[in-house]
């Protein structure tokens, strides 16, 4: 059976879940977490995560950066001067093009700043970057990131951290159907069930963090959102039946005695 890779910016990925590496109790823990979730691509804090200074535990001594794809991001960056800045250290450090914007608007909600968005992912597409964009569930505002050159678009299921799943699946729908980009729910997903319907609704991908990393049970939560992408995923290409108001049933009523 051919496998169904995500592809971002013409790089391949076997698994279509992504997993953060923040709030864990320690770098062993989100390594383990990491390795059971079978995700091909992690995302770094470039502000938060030690990724250069060599006297403190570093990351890639617990997750490989040669097995493991590194998409450094820009947590708590609140103007588009922060986000440029912080990604093109991250450029510096490790040579790494493939990134995720995330430009926030307020300390509260961290809802996207999408005036400040739009100004980055053009810049940055500019400079060669392959940007994967975090956005709010706008569909227009999902198209013009589109149009200014962004590598996948990363609509929020409900606020970062929150837990409450996908709350506007009508918009989500119209964004996966208005374009060709990888569309990867991003915030806010709370069981595993959650990625399920993300990816029924025809997304591409979702990114898992704090539903994963302040689970009870971490390690048990990252199978079970493995297992739940590829579930939402075959649903998803299998093709659903036509919903009806009316019963039909499952055995044939011709020949009946």
């Given at each position: 059976?051919?496998?169904?890779?995500?592809?971002?910016?013409?790089?391949?990925?076997n698994?279509?879940?992504?997993?953060?590496?923040g709030?864990?109790?320690?770098?062993s823990?989100?390594?383990k977490?990491i390795?059971?979730?079978?995700?091909?691509?992690?995302?770094?804090?470039?502000r938060?995560?030690?990724?250069?200074?060599?006297k403190?535990?570093?990351?890639?001594?617990?997750?490989?950066?040669?097995?493991?794809?590194?998409?450094?991001n820009t947590?708590?960056c609140?103007?588009?001067?922060e986000?440029?800045?912080?990604?093109?250290?991250a450029?510096e450090?490790?040579?790494w093009?493939?990134?995720?914007?995330?430009?926030?608007?307020?300390?509260?909600?961290?809802f996207p700043?999408?005036?400040?968005?739009?100004?980055?992912?053009?810049?940055?597409?500019k400079?060669?970057?392959?940007?994967?964009?975090?956005?709010?569930?706008?569909?227009?505002?999902?198209?013009?990131?589109?149009?200014?050159?962004?590598?996948?678009?990363?609509?929020?299921?409900?606020?970062?951290?929150?837990?409450?799943?996908?709350?506007n699946?009508?918009?989500i729908?119209?964004?996966?159907?208005?374009?060709?980009l990888?569309?990867?729910?991003?915030?806010?997903?709370?069981?595993?069930?959650?990625?399920?319907?993300?990816?029924?609704?025809?997304?591409d991908g979702?990114?898992v963090?704090?539903?994963?990393?302040?689970?009870?049970k971490?390690?048990?939560?990252?199978?079970?959102?493995?297992?739940?992408?590829i579930a939402?995923?075959?649903?998803?290409?299998?093709?659903?039946?036509?919903?009806s108001l009316?019963?039909?049933?499952?055995?044939p009523?011709?020949?009946i005695?």
């Amino acid at each position: 059976m051919k496998v169904d890779k995500l592809i971002v910016g013409k790089k391949k990925f076997n698994s279509r879940l992504i997993v953060g590496t923040g709030k864990y109790k320690n770098m062993s823990e989100c390594a383990k977490a990491i390795k059971l979730s079978g995700a091909n691509i992690v995302t770094v804090a470039v502000r938060r995560v030690n990724i250069s200074d060599k006297k403190k535990p570093l990351l890639m001594d617990y997750i490989d950066p040669k097995k493991i794809t590194y998409l450094p991001n820009t947590a708590g960056c609140f103007t588009s001067e922060e986000a440029l800045r912080t990604l093109r250290l991250a450029r510096e450090i490790g040579g790494w093009k493939l990134v995720k914007l995330e430009v926030l608007g307020d300390k509260k909600n961290l809802f996207p700043n999408m005036i400040e968005t739009l100004k980055s992912t053009e810049i940055l597409t500019k400079e060669g970057f392959k940007v994967m964009v975090y956005c709010n569930d706008d569909p227009l505002m999902a198209k013009k990131l589109e149009d200014l050159g962004a590598a996948a678009i990363m609509p929020l299921a409900a606020p970062i951290g929150s837990g409450l799943g996908i709350l506007n699946k009508t918009n989500i729908l119209i964004i996966r159907k208005q374009t060709k980009l990888p569309v990867i729910i991003d915030a806010g997903l709370g069981q595993a069930s959650d990625a399920a319907v993300a990816m029924e609704l025809g997304c591409d991908g979702v990114l898992v963090n704090t539903a994963i990393a302040k689970a009870k049970k971490p390690f048990v939560m990252a199978l079970a959102f493995k297992h739940a992408v590829i579930a939402g995923r075959q649903s998803y290409l299998s093709g659903r039946i036509v919903k009806s108001l009316a019963g039909n049933p499952s055995s044939p009523t011709e020949g009946i005695i």
